[in-house]
């Protein structure tokens, strides 16, 4: 079937408790090439709008458990750029008018042609090209490479913030480039001919990182034999990365909170106080929030440094901007081998492109750097992927015998194997919190020591 060029392809959410419903709009919509993915209810379609940046959700009325008028409203609370196309069997003039009161683009009433819904979509997608190409694109700031819509919403934030004072919190999973766009930040503000000046709080034990951050005077403690500045001086006038600010103690967040506040420091062994003029970027790949309510994190601390938020996208959420960085690796890493960069094959790269990348930007990297040092040739195909990465042809060969215990225990284990011990990310993988997952480990925690390896080969063995 021939598709009209003038209709731009999109990544669309269908979300209907009806599997019938749900199979005649994909039915109609991929044709046209848009990527369809389905939900049966509004649930299930808000977890996968956590992991996947979504064009288009098109969603019935009337559901059970959550309506779609209260998914609309969920929607537009959360997620700025999404458009909505509201369809319903039930059609009414005031259903209509309160889906677009909430946030819906357009309206639609079953039964519909295929036509109909074509040119609904369009209509939509039209309004939302639009509302996208009305401010101007922010550029890549250099080292951040990306054209998802997350990681555009990213470098319009990195300009703002770069225009003003005002303290940054970069918050996002581990490997996702914090520290580039605190980078950015400060190349692009008025700051940009002073020192820029990165602090890993995680990896300076306790013990040393007030002296660190805020320098000592000789004789201070057993060791200090001579006067030396702190992070906070080397960077005066220019600005301080405190990463990973999540892992200082309740003690060190209240030195912070004082250079907040008055704007000067205190060198370790020293009872006068220096004026320091340095803007503060901190990143954290912690919920904050959640230590707050623990006891963990100062309130005030927090408030004081979330003035601006940019949340980074885990790479699993940013879609084709993978094969973006694929190529940017490629090359970055044949110029310091001194040979052409490698092909990568349409089953390697569509293998790629369905990982989840627990590790994020930081283990595709990691991941290309390696490929290229051990496969022989210039061609990278599936196999050479690590096995995690490969996609199964055939369903596994697992035994009938088996408990649903206990396949869902090694369901378990691969996804924690595959997010490196991470339970955070692998809770968010499994679609659960950290909670259930820990209650899951350790009722299945036997079967982890015990699973029998025949069941994962076929029962007659």
């Known amino acids: 079937m021939k598709t009209n060029p003038s209709i731009r392809t999109a990544k669309i959410l269908v979300v209907d408790d009806s599997p019938d419903a749900l199979e005649l709009v994909k039915r109609h919509l ?37 309506s779609g008028l209260d998914l609309i409203r969920h929607i537009r609370t959360h997620y700025k750029a999404v458009s909505i196309l509201m369809v319903t069997g039930y059609p009414s003039i005031g ?21 109909e ?45 770069a225009a003003v004072k005002a303290n940054v919190l970069i918050t996002g999973e581990s490997g996702t480039g914090k520290e580039l766009v605190a980078r950015a ?18 990896g300076i034990p306790e013990s040393l990182l007030e002296s660190e951050l805020f320098g000592r005077v000789k004789g201070a403690f057993t060791g200090a034999t001579e006067t030396r500045a702190g992070f906070f001086q080397t960077g005066n006038k220019g600005t301080i990365f405190l990463d990973e600010v999540g892992e200082t103690s309740l003690a060190m967040q209240v030195k912070l ?19 320091v003029d340095v803007r503060i970027i901190a990143g954290t790949n912690k919920n904050l929030q959640g230590l707050i309510a623990g006891g963990r994190f100062r309130a005030d601390l927090f408030y004081r440094l979330n003035v601006i938020n940019i949340d980074l996208p885990p790479l699993r959420a940013r ?70 990465m490969r996609t199964e042809c055939f369903p596994q060969q697992i035994g009938l015998n088996r408990t ?58």
Not at 185 to 202: D, L
Not at 350 to 359: A, D, I, M
């Open 185 to 202: 930040i400060h190349y692009q503000s008025a700051r940009a001919a002073h020192p820029f000046v990165p602090v890993n709080c995680g």
């Open 319 to 388: 879609g084709g901007d993978v094969l973006l960085l694929v190529r940017y690796f490629s090359a970055k890493y044949a110029d310091e081998m001194d040979r052409p960069a490698p092909q990568f094959t349409d089953p390697a790269l569509e293998n790629l492109g369905r990982y989840s990348w627990p590790g994020n930007v930081r283990e595709l990297e990691n991941l290309v750097q390696r490929l290229m040092a051990m496969t022989d040739g210039d061609v990278i195909d599936a196999p050479d992927l690590p096995a995690g």
């Open 404 to 461: 649903l215990d206990q396949v869902e225990a090694e369901h378990i284990r691969q996804v924690l194997d595959r997010s490196g011990g991470n339970k955070s990310q692998a809770a968010k993988v499994l679609g659960i919190d950290r909670k259930t997952l820990r209650e899951k480990l350790k009722r299945s925690g036997r079967l982890f020591r015990k699973a029998p390896v025949q069941d994962l080969r076929n029962p007659e063995e």
């Open 30 to 66: 991929a044709p046209a090439g848009h990527a369809i993915v389905t939900a049966p209810g509004a649930e299930e379609a808000s977890r996968l709008m956590e992991d996947t940046a979504f064009d288009l959700v098109i969603t019935d009325m009337k559901m059970p458990r959550v």
């Open 95 to 115: 259903g209509a008018v309160e889906a677009v009161r909430l946030g819906a683009e357009d309206y639609l009433a079953k039964p519909f042609t295929k036509k």
């Open 257 to 275: 909170l004082r250079v907040l506040q008055e704007k000067e420091i205190c060198m370790v062994g020293s009872a006068r106080s220096q004026k």
């Open 117 to 161: 819904l074509l040119d609904a979509v369009e209509a939509t997608l039209a309004k939302q090209r639009r509302r996208i190409l009305g401010p101007p694109t922010a550029p890549a700031p250099a080292g951040l490479i990306g054209e998802s819509e997350p990681m555009q919403a990213v470098f319009n934030a990195i300009e703002k913030a």
